[in-house]
């Protein structure tokens, strides 16, 4: 695990454009995919501001998704439209660059047609879609994507994207599986404030508590996740 840690949420976020979006984009393409949550909204109201409008090379962002609640894109709950207001509304992606998982169709058919459109859009490795950057959230139970602790064999799915549900609301989601995240030519977990500190050091330090934890698998099973906090942690 690659620590990466800044003083403040907002240090985080920079650091995360800097790396990321800035150098990712002056490289060539990036075929990136986001989470949703609360966490990425200052990542992507700091990115549409002025300063790097210019310094990023839009044009050469494909932009994913993570994963997706099961509601249209102006329900408040979609990842898509907190995306929207905080970024895309404010910069010059077009819309053949914007891949939106459509919350408001049927999760097993658009968890299959999003599979055959990142599956279309990206190389492979072992047959799996390879994204250049994913940049993953945490929950406080530990979950990633939609991959909850209730249902921990998305983990082991080769599918790409399949469906999944927020054992606590119901809510029915789309999720990216645990192979094609592991294939992402680099892995990044965001995840700020003191609410995460205990979360981040059980998975750190192995304690036994993670083991549930659908984030601790890819903490086990890659050795250069990059892990960006504001948290002291160690
Ligand atoms: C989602 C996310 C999810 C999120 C974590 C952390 O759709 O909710 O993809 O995995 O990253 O729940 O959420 P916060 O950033 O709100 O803490």
Not at 147 to 157: G, H, K
Request: hydrophobic share 40%.
């Amino acid at each position: 695990m690659i620590l990466k840690q800044y003083k403040g949420t907002k240090a985080v976020a920079e650091a995360i454009i800097e790396s990321v979006f800035i150098d990712g984009t002056e490289q060539g393409k990036l075929n990136i995919a986001v989470s949703g949550g609360s966490t990425p909204r200052l990542l992507f109201e700091l990115l549409a501001e002025e300063r790097y409008q210019q310094a990023v090379k839009w044009a050469n962002v494909q932009l994913f998704w993570v994963d997706e609640r099961c509601v249209p894109p102006t329900d408040a709950d979609s990842n898509y439209l907190m995306t929207y207001e905080s970024l895309l509304k404010h910069v010059a992606l077009k819309e053949e660059q914007i891949h939106r998982i459509k919350g408001e169709a049927s999760a097993q058919e658009e968890a299959e047609r999003y599979t055959r459109l990142v599956e279309a859009k990206l190389n492979k490795e072992d047959g799996l879609p390879v994204f250049d950057v994913i940049i993953l959230g945490l929950g406080d139970d530990g979950h990633t994507s939609s991959i909850f602790p209730s249902e921990m064999e998305l983990l082991e799915a080769k599918i790409p994207y399949l469906p999944a549900r927020n054992p606590y609301s119901g809510q029915q989601r789309i999720a990216l599986t645990g192979q094609t995240i592991l294939k992402a030519k680099r892995l990044l977990f965001h995840s700020v404030g003191a609410g995460k500190k205990e979360v981040l050091q059980e998975i750190i330090s192995q304690d036994p508590k993670s083991e549930t934890y659908p984030s601790a698998y890819f903490f086990r099973h890659r050795s250069d996740v990059e892990l960006y906090t504001d948290q002291d942690l160690l």
